[in-house]
């Protein structure tokens, strides 16, 4: 039987498909890419906030144009539940929310079973190697309140995965030829909190670290609340990925109430220019929010000159939308979307401008870049990343090599920039591939 499985959201969607997909290979079903030759079409939903849901059911109405029989899993589900989308899509066939998503493989085969209340797959759930680098899921839901925020009630409280576990999970990964691990979460700066026998994210760090064949360590969404200088002691090692990914969502203290989170200007402030001080090493990125109810332009403003002092290498934008069921919903969305759609347009633009300035003190200098193509003849244009460019979210590097590469790290010198994209070519081979 032949199944394609789209994949809506985040990394971590990205690794619950992909276990999803090693099931059904084990159990002898085809895992294809073409829709119209596919018997049953899985998706994978985000439903984080109002576009992901829209974009979740465009392409659940898309898929349905193909006549094929349809399973939809992930956080649509889990936010609306099954009856209210059943009688939405009465074309899709079966729901499984975040937690059951590998109940579809009993469905399939018309067996009797359960559904979960919680669920975080191990390391004995295999996943395809095929890419340079691989996400590790360490922990499910969230135990912040963010008001803006729908994941606890989509997703339940933190609970953590031990870190042997994960430990584990990225030995196979590695040995099978995986060079960069990610580790993800919903916050990874509070993994191991809830397990409450002293694990952290620190300890699981220098676990990993310890693996022998791990070529680089990247870890997504750390909140600033949850930095600690031990942690950032941590990325002056030679595996430890010189980019750290601290979502802050806004600067202005009065907005940062409004949204439950527990950092004020001055501390975001006296946190970064530690880091841009003490680890000049380190490329920053950062998400922001516009548009948040009662955001005056002054408070804007606050935020776009944050944004100028610090000086982020990667930024991405979102534009506050209400969400149902979030603390946030009973304030009164009073900023236009016009207005909205102009702070977020504003911001890209500084964005852009600070790039450009911080790529160019990057010509000339040579970098370790991760090569993720194939080489094909002598002049062929190849594409990497180097530490600081996350897979799927930051720019690429363009690299051009004269003798024959392999998924591998080697030493490139930067020629120019486009952009948020580098250009270079390689030197030599880095002595520790």
């Not at 669920?119 to 996943?127: A, G, K, V």
Request: hydrophobic share 35%.
């Amino acid at each position: 039987m032949k199944i394609s499985i789209i994949t809506l959201g985040c990394p971590k969607n990205e690794v619950d498909s992909e276990i999803l997909a090693r099931k059904l290979i084990e159990e002898n079903y085809q895992i294809i890419n073409n829709l119209e030759e596919s018997e049953i079409i899985i998706i994978n939903t985000c439903a984080f906030i109002t576009d992901a849901i829209k974009e979740a059911i465009d392409v659940i109405l898309n898929c349905v144009k193909f006549k094929k029989r349809i399973i939809v899993t992930g956080c649509l589900v889990s936010r609306f539940g099954e009856k209210k989308l059943k009688k939405l899509f009465p074309e899709v066939e079966a729901f499984f929310d975040t937690y059951n998503f590998l109940k579809i493989l009993n469905y399939l085969k018309g067996e009797k079973f359960s559904k979960e209340k919680k669920f975080i797959y191990n390391s004995n759930f295999l996943r395809p190697v095929s890419k340079t680098f691989k996400y590790v899921k360490i922990s499910e839901g969230c135990s912040l309140s963010c008001s803006y925020c729908t994941i606890p009630k989509i997703k339940g409280k933190q609970f953590s995965r031990p870190v042997y576990d994960i430990v584990e999970e990225i030995k196979k990964l590695v040995d099978n030829g995986t060079k960069e691990i990610i580790l993800v979460a919903q916050n990874t700066g509070s993994y191991g909190y809830d397990l409450k026998d002293g694990t952290n994210l620190v300890k699981l760090l220098k676990e990993i670290l310890k693996i022998n064949d791990l070529k680089w360590l990247r870890v997504l969404y750390l909140y600033p609340e949850f930095i600690t200088e031990e942690l950032l002691e941590l990325t002056f090692h030679e595996k430890f990925c010189s980019y750290l990914d601290i979502p802050i969502q806004h600067i202005d203290s009065r907005i940062l109430k409004l949204m439950n989170r527990k950092s004020t200007e001055k501390k975001l402030y006296q946190l970064f220019e530690k880091i841009k001080v003490k680890y000049s090493h380190i490329f920053l990125r950062t998400t922001v929010m516009v548009g948040f109810p009662t955001e005056s332009e002054h408070e804007f403003q606050k935020l776009l000159k944050f944004i100028k002092d610090i000086e982020f290498y990667n930024l991405g934008v979102f534009k506050y939308s209400k969400e149902e069921g979030t603390k946030a919903e009973k304030l009164k969305d009073d900023v236009p979307k016009r207005e909205k759609t102009r702070r977020a347009k504003e911001i890209l633009k500084t964005q852009k401008k600070i790039v450009k300035k911080l790529n160019k003190k990057l010509v000339g200098k040579k970098l370790n870049v991760l090569v993720e193509e194939k080489f094909i003849s002598s002049g062929a244009v190849l594409t990497g990343r180097t530490e600081f460019q996350a897979p799927e979210i930051d720019g690429i590097t363009f690299i051009t090599s004269k003798i024959p590469l392999t998924n591998n790290i080697y030493e490139a010198e930067i020629k120019k920039f486009k952009d948020y994209d580098l250009f270079g070519e390689i030197c030599f081979l880095d002595k520790k591939n």
